[in-house]
């Protein structure tokens, strides 16, 4: 194994135990950066405001009904679901937890590695000076500018890889593009698979309109200083030259174990879903 990568797991991943901590909760959403966070957990809201009729978020950055899991619940009558970032450690779901605790249900939301860090990049242009070829490869263990860099990604995609192998059932995974090309179907998908109250499926379709690109934009909290919703429409791989392209290639194929569909041997596009999600919807 690549030592840097080896002592950056170690450090920051290996022994992170939260999602067992907040294994109470109903369910899990779970997310990497620059993946459609926001947008997963919106949709999501304006489904349980409705059907379990409290008021909507006051704007996107809002978590009272789905957030952190220590901010106290405004309304306990509400199956209580959670955002994590967090790639677990392996002892959380190993074969001696499993038989002594029960595991909420996890819904996995996955984007192009190559999508996310250039969001990310986009994001924070203006507070760095590395370049795009820089950033892609400063894997310092210490004095990183960007936590989610390309080796956290790839931790994240194997850690949550590892859970849906060992709890097959409990894993649902969502592919950020794939929502992309039909918003109201997998957000339904996801939702009868938490096995959640619906009175009228019509929600689903009015969530995605409620929750589209524009309308989020328009929804932003005045305070933030980056905007959460991407402006820029260009293909993510545009960003990569030809050395990064082999670079990154190169890297995942020394170190991604799990890739959920994602082939990052081509170079075509970052924004179309993944073959294992588009023979799923078909």
Same mark, same amino acid.
């Given at each position: 194994? &690549?030592?840097?990568?080896?002592? $950056?797991?170690?450090?920051? *991943? =290996?022994?992170?135990?939260? #999602? %067992?901590?907040?294994?109470?909760?109903?369910?899990?959403?779970?997310?990497?950066?620059?993946?459609?966070?926001?947008?997963?957990?919106?949709?999501?809201?304006?489904?349980?405001?409705?059907?379990?009729?409290?008021?909507?978020?006051?704007?996107?950055?809002?978590?009272?009904?789905?957030?952190?899991?220590?901010?106290?619940?405004?309304?306990?009558?509400?199956?209580?679901?959670?955002?994590?970032?967090?790639?677990?450690?392996?002892?959380?779901?190993?074969?001696?937890?499993?038989?002594?605790?029960?595991?909420?249900?996890?819904?996995?939301?996955?984007?192009?590695?190559?999508?996310?860090?250039?969001?990310?990049?986009?994001?924070?242009?203006?507070?760095?000076?590395?370049?795009?070829?820089?950033?892609?490869? &400063?894997?310092?263990?210490?004095? $990183?500018?960007?936590?989610? *860099? =390309?080796?956290?990604?790839? #931790? %994240?995609?194997?850690?949550?890889?590892?859970?849906?192998?060992?709890?097959?059932?409990?894993?649902?995974?969502?592919?950020?593009?794939?929502?992309?090309?039909?918003?109201?179907?997998?957000?339904?998908?996801?939702?009868?698979f938490l096995e959640?109250?619906?009175?009228?499926?019509?929600?689903?379709?009015?969530?995605?309109?409620?929750?589209?690109?524009?309308?989020?934009?328009?929804?932003?909290?005045?305070?933030?200083?980056?905007?959460?919703?991407?402006?820029?429409?260009?293909?993510?791989?545009?960003?990569?030259?030809?050395?990064?392209?082999?670079?990154?290639?190169?890297?995942?194929?020394?170190?991604?174990?799990?890739?959920?569909g994602y082939s990052?041997?081509?170079?075509?596009?970052?924004?179309?879903?993944?073959?294992?999600?588009?023979? $799923?919807?078909?």
């Open positions: 194994m &690549d030592l840097t990568y080896a002592s $950056r797991y170690l450090i920051h *991943d =290996l022994f992170r135990m939260s #999602v %067992f901590w907040h294994r109470h909760a109903y369910g899990h959403i779970v997310t990497g950066q620059q993946s459609g966070s926001h947008w997963i957990n919106n949709l999501l809201a304006h489904v349980v405001s409705a059907e379990f009729k409290i008021p909507p978020l006051r704007h996107i950055d809002d978590r009272l009904i789905i957030g952190h899991p220590r901010v106290p619940q405004p309304y306990p009558h509400i199956p209580q679901l959670i955002w994590t970032h967090h790639a677990p450690s392996p002892l959380v779901h190993a074969g001696p937890m499993r038989r002594l605790f029960e595991f909420p249900k996890y819904v996995l939301l996955l984007r192009d590695i190559r999508a996310s860090l250039v969001g990310q990049y986009e994001k924070h242009r203006q507070d760095t000076t590395l370049t795009f070829s820089e950033y892609l490869r &400063d894997h310092r263990v210490f004095g $990183r500018q960007f936590k989610w *860099d =390309l080796d956290k990604r790839i #931790v %994240f995609f194997n850690a949550w890889g590892r859970v849906g192998e060992r709890l097959p059932g409990q894993v649902c995974t969502v592919h950020y593009e794939n929502m992309r090309r039909d918003t109201a179907g997998e957000l339904e998908r996801f939702w009868r959640l109250p619906i009175t009228d499926p019509g929600v689903f379709q009015q969530a995605a309109v409620a929750c589209s690109k524009e309308e989020m934009s328009r929804q932003e909290p005045r305070v933030r200083t980056h905007n959460l919703v991407r402006q820029d429409e260009r293909d993510p791989v545009e960003w990569f030259s030809d050395d990064d392209r082999a670079y990154f290639s190169t890297r995942c194929d020394r170190l991604l174990k799990h890739r959920f990052f041997d081509d170079w075509t596009s970052a924004k179309q879903p993944p073959q294992a999600a588009v023979a $799923r919807a078909a």
